[in-house]
């Protein structure tokens, strides 16, 4: 570590300015999104349009892949289907403002232009394919209950009960 103190240093040097530009445009757009709260209402229901709205929603977002999950789990909490959330979880980290600038000071102009291009391009086609299959089981029903299978469901006290799941326990 104490080696490669210098090059820590100037990589840190190199970086901060493009760093501080992006943790500001990322914090104004976030006071910006978090004021209008409509924005999120194109997130709720199916199919593939909110798929293709989240990764724009959440670009300005200043959310890493680990600050983005607790945003995704509120989504789904919010009415937003699976397709979506994995889109907005996919991308958002990729294409974040802070992300962006630091690649562009580290690797330069054509991997911060390629970064959040792949990321988008990632993102909506797994958002796409989970929508897709998420309808597709939709309409053959219950993935994890066999036709007419009358599976058995605990109660909470560990005693099965020969009940499908949906339907009450009493």
């Known amino acids: 570590l104490c080696a490669n103190l210098p090059q820590i240093l100037q990589i ?61 789990l509120t989504l789904m909490r919010r009415g937003a289907s699976k397709g979506t959330t994995a889109s907005f979880l996919l991308t958002v980290p990729e294409t974040d403002v802070v992300a962006v600038l630091l690649t562009f000071s580290l690797m330069g102009p054509v991997m911060a232009v390629a970064r959040p291009i792949a990321g988008l391009i990632t993102g909506i086609c797994t958002g796409v394919v989970i929508s897709l299959v998420e309808r597709w089981w939709g309409a053959r029903g219950d993935p994890t209950e066999p036709a007419g299978s009358g599976a058995v469901v605990l109660n909470g006290t560990g005693a099965g009960k020969g009940v499908s799941p949906g339907t009450p326990s009493g």
């Open 12 to 72: 840190l040097n190199e970086s901060a300015v493009y760093l501080l530009a992006g943790f500001l445009l990322a914090g104004l757009l976030h006071v910006l999104l978090q004021r209008r709260q409509g924005l999120l209402g194109p997130l709720r229901g199916t199919g593939v349009r909110p798929v293709l709205i989240a990764p724009l929603i959440g670009a300005p977002l200043p959310l890493c892949s680990c600050a983005v999950l607790p945003a995704g």
